[in-house]
């Protein structure tokens, strides 16, 4: 994340050069001098923007444990499933008369209980360019910021699963697994095309302007995880306990763990902005961005070894802003 910070300060730092040649020249007449002090105005300008709002964030969360057998006990008198950890303890206990091995299930194979879907603020700021004798056309490049939300699920998936191997054949069950407390951030770098509807090289003052844009960009995500094992189902799983430490009560505790998932987005907006005068216009608008997939992994305490552990596909950042865009 510090990384993408730096690289995010550079380029915002190169493109904020080009406002010293429009600060040496009057760019309220840009475009070819005709001599004795005439210019013909082209309506190019330079562009700069900032904006803050509002954003929510939504995707499908998929399972992405990979291969993970967790064994089970049934109680048939009143159909009462526990994982073999809670069987083990039970049984040191002296108690859990009357179970039976139920076999094993794949907990790959259970669903999410819930997909994303939270709210955060989200700021942002563009340099570009308005196209010379097209002035309805302005190029900018940008960045977004999606500040910190949250994702928390307890459970983090929950289904029927089918077991094998047991005392008791065909059974299905109905087990829940892991909870999790989890944070993601987004910034969004993005190449956009723009066009205001309006006739004319100069736009209107004191006149709402409806704009579209679309463009791509690079998102880079950041999540954490905070991975808990309340149900007892991954505390005895070896190759987990590489991910975390178990206490005394044989209950594994999950090293915290972050992840950085880099995608190509695209990015589309729709908005109006109002002419002050000839160079201040308000902005409001949406943007859509569109991030085909992010990730949450398990790290071990030096973080040489990592294991997905789920995912969000199709993400949807939708940002309500209101901006102020200077044009020179």
């Known amino acids: 994340m510090p990384n993408m910070r730096k690289s995010i300060f550079c380029i915002l730092s190169v493109l904020s050069c080009f406002a010293v040649v429009p600060a040496l020249a009057n760019w309220e007449y840009s475009g070819t001098y005709l001599g004795d002090g005439w210019y013909t105005d082209d309506g190019s300008r330079f562009v700069m923007s900032v904006r803050g709002g509002a954003a929510l964030g939504f995707g499908s969360i998929k399972n992405e444990v990979g291969a993970l057998t967790t064994e089970y006990y049934i109680n048939p008198g009143d159909g009462m499933v526990i994982s073999a950890a809670y069987y083990d303890a039970c049984v040191e206990g002296g108690g859990c008369a009357?179970?039976?091995?139920?076999?094993?299930?794949?907990?790959?194979?259970?669903?999410?209980?819930?997909?994303?879907?939270?709210?955060?603020?989200?700021?942002?700021?563009?340099?570009?360019?308005?196209?010379?004798?097209?002035?309805?056309?302005?190029?900018?490049?940008?960045?977004?910021?999606?500040?910190?939300?949250?994702y928390n699920a307890s459970p983090l998936y929950e289904g029927d699963l089918h077991l094998a191997g047991g005392d008791v054949e065909g059974v299905v069950v109905h087990v829940q697994s892991g909870s999790i407390q989890s944070k993601v951030t987004t910034d969004l770098?993005?190449?956009?095309?723009?066009?205001?509807?309006?006739?004319?090289?100069?736009?209107?003052?004191?006149?709402?302007?409806?704009?579209?844009?679309?463009?791509?960009?690079?998102?880079?995500t950041t999540t954490t995880l905070n991975l808990v094992d309340p149900y007892g189902d991954l505390?005895?799983?070896?190759?987990?306990?590489?991910?975390?430490?178990?206490?005394?009560?044989?209950?594994?505790?999950?090293?915290?763990?972050e992840n950085s998932s880099s995608n190509i987005a695209g990015v589309l907006a729709l908005g109006v902005s109002y002419g002050i005068n000839q160079t201040m216009f308000l902005d409001f608008?949406?943007?859509?961005?569109?991030?085909?997939?992010?990730?949450?992994?398990?790290?071990?305490?030096?973080?040489?070894?990592?294991?997905?552990?789920l995912s969000a596909e199709n993400m949807i950042y939708a940002n309500i802003m209101l901006g102020l865009r200077f044009e020179f």
């Open 98 to 150: 009357g179970f039976e091995y139920a076999g094993m299930g794949e907990t790959s194979a259970l669903p999410a209980a819930k997909d994303y879907r939270e709210y955060s603020f989200a700021a942002g700021a563009s340099l570009g360019w308005t196209i010379p004798n097209r002035p309805q056309w302005r190029l900018e490049i940008g960045w977004d910021h999606i500040s910190e939300a949250e």
């Open 189 to 220: 770098i993005s190449a956009m095309a723009f066009y205001d509807f309006f006739d004319g090289m100069q736009k209107p003052v004191r006149k709402m302007i409806p704009y579209v844009g679309f463009g791509v960009g690079y998102a880079d």
């Open 235 to 257: 505390s005895t799983s070896v190759d987990l306990q590489n991910f975390g430490e178990l206490d005394d009560y044989g209950v594994l505790n999950f090293y915290r763990s």
């Open 285 to 309: 608008g949406a943007r859509v961005s569109y991030i085909p997939k992010i990730k949450w992994t398990l790290k071990n305490e030096d973080g040489s070894r990592t294991r997905d552990w």
